[in-house]
């Protein structure tokens, strides 16, 4: 069986960037520009490659079949925004506000999120592949028909997360908080550290009808 990919690639990111001008992007194809701390409410049909969007600002904003190859977005103020059918494709996203986010058929492919606050966020029919998620707060998420392939989960904390109709395949969860977690037959394929599976007993009665205690 193969093994989850716990490595992705740095962004390919030139050390010399030329201005981004936030009002040419949208039904266009950007490449190697500067926008870090720039403001984002509304983007669409966008294409932005090897690109600093650290420290952006999207909060409360509408991205429309947005796509990012080879961009930092570390420090990106994400949270609430309503993003469809995009994709991020080899970005680090560190230390990035998403809370509230609704990321609706978004396709990750090769993406490290770390130290990301994503409590209530949704993962509606998204796909995660070859992603990394590390000491990330998923407290609440939602994930419906989503798919994870090659997926690691490591310091997560997912409390209270909705795991229905979650497919996994490849998936590692390490050193997770999982108290509370709905819809665990989510995880069916996934592999979980053992110290992290006993929080999952609960949850797993529940769904089984069965009653715990004397």
């Given amino acids: 069986m193969r093994r989850p990919r716990h490595a992705v690639p740095e962004p390919d990111v030139p050390p010399h960037l030329e201005p981004g001008d936030v009002t040419t992007l949208d039904d266009a194809t950007t490449a ?3 926008l870090t701390g720039a403001v984002l409410p509304g983007l669409s049909e966008a294409q932005v490659e090897n690109s ?7 909060g409360g904003g509408q991205w429309e079949r947005v796509t990012l190859a080879d961009c930092l977005l570390d420090g990106a103020d994400l949270a609430n925004l309503v993003w469809r059918d995009g994709s991020l494709l ?44 590390r000491g990330c707060d998923l407290s609440e998420a939602t994930f419906t028909d ?69």
């Fill in 52 to 58: 600093d969007l650290s420290r952006a600002r999207a």
């Fill in 90 to 133: 080899r970005c680090s996203l560190r230390e990035v506000r998403m809370t509230g986010a609704l990321l609706a058929g978004v396709r990750l492919r090769s993406v490290l999120l770390e130290g990301v606050q994503g409590t209530l966020t949704s993962w509606h029919g998204a796909e995660l592949r070859g992603v990394v998620l």
């Fill in 146 to 214: 989503t798919v994870m392939d090659g997926v690691l989960l490591e310091d997560c904390t997912l409390t209270g997360a909705q795991l229905s109709g979650l497919r996994c395949r490849d998936v590692q969860l390490r050193g997770c908080r999982l108290d509370g977690v709905g819809g665990v037959g989510g995880l069916r394929g996934a592999r979980v550290a053992e110290e992290d599976a006993i929080a999952l007993l609960p949850a797993l009665a529940r769904e089984l009808g069965i009653t715990l205690g004397g």
């Fill in 32 to 34: 190697g520009v500067d």
